[in-house]
């Protein structure tokens, strides 16, 4: 199947493809906001500009697309039809980035934490994929 746009408005469609403050990224800030934690934003002296970071928990967390960065099982992970040698290609290369990313924050002693796109559609799901982080800031509020 051919692209249904002209090769013009395709390439304006993905120059708006933005990579900070997205809609997923907005609303786990809302949510732990919500609930007591503060945080950094794209720390570009890590490994991988985290997109969230609580220093207090030494948590890092990545909000990523499930397409671009291919969560599995997902409806959303597909690979379009054409060019695509191209698109393997560079999904493969985000996987691999993304991989040397999170080893490299787990040796410098940071918890990585990825929240998918399709699971911030709902308070729940968010609160579902940051359990380990609430897990710790009980125990560091019961410490205090």
Partial sequence: MTDTVS????KVI???????DTKPEMAVRRWLHAHGFRFRLHRRDLPGSPDIVLPKYR???????CFWHRHRGC???????THKD????????????DIANE????????????????????????EDALNDLIASKNSIDSDI
């Fill in 7 to 10: 090769t013009k408005k395709r």
């Fill in 14 to 20: 993905m120059s708006r493809v933005r990579g900070k």
């Fill in 59 to 65: 948590t890092v967390i990545f909000v990523n697309g």
């Fill in 75 to 81: 409806p959303r992970t597909t690979t379009p039809k």
């Fill in 86 to 97: 191209f698109w393997e290609k560079k999904f493969q290369a985000n996987i691999s980035r």
């Fill in 103 to 126: 080893d490299r924050l787990r040796c410098l002693g940071w918890r990585v934490l990825i929240v998918w796109e399709c699971r911030t559609k709902r308070d729940e799901d968010i």
